[in-house]
């Protein structure tokens, strides 16, 4: 897994894991009845929403913390 420092993966290693489990930023905010761009944000760390970030980990089978490196 690509990471940046303290081994938090980067937006774009979250987008190639995402598609690996088939999903892209379109299709996963249909599912959650979000707008691609909040999808997009969280995705991205311009944002954060507990219901994105957790259905994300949830997919990948890991947790915020280890995606976003919040304490």
């Given amino acids: 897994m690509q990471t940046t420092q303290n081994t938090i993966p980067t937006a ?22 979000r707008s691609t761009t909040s999808v997009h944000r969280v995705i991205y760390g311009v944002s954060r929403s507990r219901y994105i970030e957790g259905r994300i980990s949830e997919i990948l089978e890991t947790t915020p913390n280890l995606l976003w490196g919040y304490k």
């Fill in 12 to 33: 774009l290693t979250i987008r190639r894991l995402l598609r690996l489990k088939g999903y892209t930023i379109r299709k996963l905010a249909m599912e959650l009845e």
